[in-house]
């Protein structure tokens, strides 16, 4: 009775000892669940999740005070993406933020342009250039199609347009789908 | 020995299919030359790689063989005009590819004649097998040579893999049903084929070459035995070895395998294994490119299948339509079904016949409504694994397939998706009539997708940390600005307000002038000692601005040293310390802005106002936080290459040295005039020592009271002053105290030794002053004094006067 009480004292203790020296050796620094959600999110820093940024929005959504379902520019995608490092069901996008399309850039019209460097402040990547009383112009590679430029443009030069495909981009279409679509019109016929 | 001994038999790889071959239709007769187009298309991107860059304008005239576009990059070719003309256009025009994407192409007009320009052709090489092997490769890619087996990949990259390859293995499998262009090459041009192989070992530097032919090709076979027999002993160690026909034999991976055993890894490529794979059509161009100088502006294309009512193989300038081809070879039949660039197996099927001819495009298939299996309704998979069989891969197509239709991914890429090569055998068995490589090419391309858009996503994210940052540096900045300005004006203040001189103040000031200048003309030679001719002149700038305050606060300190104890009022609060410093910082400012004498005795420029209010701002802060808090901190963000320890030393070293120096003599501190410190070690270095000296200053707080007077009571600055009269009385007896000098030396040396990083040499050779430099010293120094000492002097007064 008493060796038994004594070998399992020793056990609780070994281990109690074992596991506070993990918890303090192998620490994990900082937040991984919010790096990994961040790492899934666009970047497009858009702000629709209504965040000011991907990294505040990943960060919300680790502590748990945001729902995983308002990244339109990740689309469903994206948050099956989500869904799948926080472990949940996925759901549908909600429409209050927004709605999934294509990839954009913005074009700045440079016949247009006064040069008021607005645009300038509200990039969140930094990807217009130019200069005050100078046009503007969009580094297009660096655009993530956020829109934020959009709205402080007083002269209303700015448009959001999909981005162009090239041989390189682009991507074969799913035989699944024009499967479908052979056979749709062929069943209507019947 | 040769690796070719060691072949003593042929490999087999695995799955593969015997295929309807219909060669026969158009290797009969022989390749013809179509005639001239009107019109050419030639597209800026036909090959792998970067699209090229025109270098020709609307409206140009070119003659045959002239370039139209260069190389833009490492991988990408030149393009080259196929006949004489003007270029009417240079615009997106829609070309052979699954996307119908339009690419930027030049528009040539041909003018009939056909011309060759007086420039367009580098010199034709006779003894062309003597080569440069470097040169060989310049001639190779001016002429723009690319893949023509159909991968169309730049030849003369490949042919850069020098030394990395030990067999050179030319490609003449043609495997593919229908497709016969090589085969009537060969037959043909044997000659060009061999020798363009010749050339293309000569440029690897390899000695063995295999070359890999189907056995259903026994002319083409004959016809390079004997012309290899012409080059004789040229040819040696080329071994022409005839390989059962099996599709897909002419795959690079599965010729390889066959001919000598090697299996190429997964996600390897054969470069990687020693061994480069050539197609003979790539041979004969490069044949064509060195002895005549003929850029690649034509090549062989069979134009076959049921639906074409005379089909054979033509000599087809690039950029030709293809409806020119389909209308040579007699138009189509009736039977003509679908349009397919390539082969049936691999072949691209396409809307119309209004596209140009590129370089990787072999064949022409007008497919009969029989020939190849229409895309039928595909059927559920069944798992009979019969496309496993022929999976010359060694994959998993069901996998492949099941992943990619669910878009899973990343599991397609997990069963290696990416070692299909595509060549259709697993659609070709399959009973249910799956399109399966075009799932695979489907997954393909979302994988490529995802992959650029997480290479672009990690791009945002790195930009946008950056501009969190720069915004965070830019409020820094401007809160920098802000207080520099604030500071300057609050020196402004300071002195409107300048009060008639006291006549004791006067009188104080007076003397101190004379004993500055006195001990300034004392000191010149150990000044002009510590400032080292290897100093740049921002280090002697940065020098003297600290020497300058280090002197000043040692006078200061010199004064009260002695009535400090008696005078000591009870320790300042934080917020009259705070003051305090910024006071001193002001007035630091001030004096080194006024004393520009001072600075080029010390042959340092003068700084700019900007620059010192920035320090000054700078200074104060340091100070004002060092007073607040622990004097151990002064470490913390001294030079980096120092170590903490080596740091503490210092700090403490100089502390005393210092210390010791106020209690005895003016000695100037030579620690700081290290030439192996950097500019902004010696800032650091400043700064550190501005720290010490300011919890100087607050243990010493009657010296304190003299700068931050206005904080303080008229009773302190009463006493104050009186303190420096008396002191005056003491001045001798201090001047005295000059010899104490050597002691403080050598105090400083052993600083210097505890930092080992701070030069030796520091201290070591004074230079020697001219009379008229020590002359100018003693009278700027004497200015300086008198302005500050009036300077400390006029806010206590005016205090005194209320």
Partial sequence: MLSAVFALTLLALTFGLLLGFASVQFRVEGDPLADRLDAVLPQTQCGQCGFPGCRPYAEAMARGEADFNRCPPGGQAGIEALAAVLGVEPKPLDPENGVEQAAMIAIVDENVCIGCTLCLQACPVDAILGSAKHMHTVISQECTGCGLCVAPCPVDCITLQPVPATLATWKWPSPLISANAQQEPARAAA | ?802
Avoid at chain 2, 20 to 26: N, R, T, V
Avoid at chain 2, 214 to 232: C, Y
Avoid at chain 2, 370 to 398: F, K
Avoid at chain 2, 548 to 560: I, P, S, V, Y
């Fill in chain 2, 1 to 802: 020995m040769s690796v070719l001994n060691t072949i003593t038999r042929l490999w087999r790889f695995h799955g593969g299919l015997h295929v309807p071959e219909h060669k026969a239709e158009s290797n009969s007769a022989a390749i013809e030359a179509l005639p001239l187009p009107a019109q050419l298309v030639l597209p800026l991107q036909q090959h792998i790689g970067a699209a090229a860059r025109a270098c020709v304008r609307v409206g140009e005239r070119v003659h045959k063989g002239d370039a139209l576009a260069r190389a833009d990059g490492y991988i990408s070719a030149a393009l080259h005009a196929p006949t004489s003309g003007t270029v009417v256009a240079i615009e997106p025009r829609p070309v052979a590819h699954p996307s119908g994407i339009p690419v930027l192409s030049v528009v040539l007009e041909s003018d009939g004649r056909d011309e060759w320009g007086p420039n367009s052709l580098p010199t034709p090489i006779e003894d062309y097998l003597r080569l440069d092997p470097a040169y060989l490769r310049e001639r190779v890619r001016e002429a723009g040579i690319v893949g023509l087996g159909g991968a169309a990949f730049p030849t003369a990259v490949k042919l850069n893999a020098e030394g990395a390859i030990r067999v050179l293995v030319l490609n003449a499998a043609e495997c593919e049903p229908y497709i016969t262009c090589d085969d009537r090459l060969m037959r043909e041009r044997a000659h060009a084929v061999i020798g363009g192989l010749l050339l293309m070992r000569r440029a690897l530097g390899v000695k063995d070459c295999i070359i890999g032919i189907e056995d259903n090709k026994p002319e083409a076979a004959a016809a390079l035995q004997a012309a290899l027999e012409q080059f004789a002993d040229d040819a040696e160690d080329v071994l022409l070895q005839q390989i059962p026909t099996l599709y897909p034999s002419g795959s690079e991976q599965q010729l390889i395998r066959v001919l000598t055993g090697v299996e190429i890894g997964r996600s390897r490529r054969p470069v990687d294994s020693g061994i480069l794979c050539q197609n003979v059509a790539t041979a004969a161009a490069v044949h064509d490119a060195v002895t005549e100088g003929r850029p690649l502006i034509s090549r062989v294309v069979t134009v076959t299948g049921s639906g074409i009512s005379t089909p054979r193989n033509l000599e087809v300038l690039i950029g030709t339509p293809l409806s020119a081809l389909i209308e040579y070879c007699g138009g189509y039949t009736p039977r003509a079904a679908r349009l397919i660039i390539g082969g049936p197996m691999m072949g691209l099927a396409l809307p119309g016949d209004d596209l140009p001819i590129t370089k990787g495009m072999n064949c022409v298939l007008v497919a009969g409504a029989d020939d190849v299996s229409a895309p039928e309704e595909s059927m559920p998979c069944i798992r009979c694994g019969e496309c496993m069989n022929a999976c010359p891969a060694n994959l998993l197509p069901q996998q492949m397939y099941w992943h990619a239709r669910a878009r899973e991914f990343d599991k397609a890429q997990q069963v290696n998706l990416f070692d299909c090569i595509e060549c259709g055998c697993c659609a070709a068995v399959c009973p249910s009539h799956l399109p399966l490589v075009q799932y695979y090419r489907f997954a393909k391309t979302e994988i490529w997708a995802a992959e650029r858009e997480k290479k672009k996503a990690e791009q945002a994210r790195a930009r946008h940390e950056f501009h969190l940052y720069r915004l965070e540096r830019e409020e820094a900045e401007k809160a920098a600005r802000l207080q520099a300005k604030k500071s300057a004006a609050q020196q402004r203040g300071h002195e409107a307000e300048t009060p008639a001189a006291d006549p004791k103040q006067a009188a104080i000031a007076a003397a101190l002038a004379r004993a500055q200048a006195k001990k300034a003309a004392a000191k010149a030679e150990a000044t002009a000692g510590e400032s080292s001719n290897e100093l740049s002149p921002e280090q002697l700038e940065k020098l003297a601005a600290a020497r300058a305050r280090a002197e000043a606060k040692r006078l200061a300190a010199t004064q009260t040293a002695g009535e400090a104890a008696n005078d000591a009022t009870a320790a300042l609060s934080p917020e009259q310390l705070e003051k305090l410093a910024a006071a001193r910082a002001r007035a630091e400012a001030k004096k080194a802005a006024s004393a520009p004498a001072q600075a080029n005795a010390d042959a340092a420029p003068a700084l700019s106002p900007e620059q010192l209010e920035k320090l000054a701002a700078a200074r104060a802060r340091a100070e004002a936080k060092k007073a607040a808090s622990a004097p151990a901190q002064a470490n913390a963000d001294a030079a980096p290459a120092l170590s903490p320890e080596q740091l503490e030393k210092l700090a403490a070293a100089r502390a005393r040295a210092e210390a010791k120096k106020a209690a005895s003599a003016p000695a100037q501190a030579n620690a700081d005039a290290a030439p192996a410190l950097t500019p902004e070690q010696l800032e650091k270095l400043a700064a550190a020592r501005a720290r010490a000296e300011a919890k100087k200053a607050a243990s010493a707080p009657a010296q304190a009271n003299a700068d931050a007077a206005p904080a303080l009571s008229p009773e302190q600055i009463e006493k104050l002053t009186a303190a420096r009269v008396r002191t005056e009385a003491k001045k001798a007896a201090q001047e005295a105290l000059a010899a104490a000098t050597a002691a403080v030396a050598a105090l400083d040396a052993d600083a210097q030794e505890e930092a080992p990083t701070a030069s030796p040499a520091a201290e070591a050779t004074p230079a020697p002053l001219t009379e008229e430099q020590l002359a100018r010293l003693a009278a700027a120094r004497a200015r300086a004094e008198a302005k500050k000492a009036a300077q400390s002097g006029k806010p206590a007064s005016s205090d005194q006067e209320q």
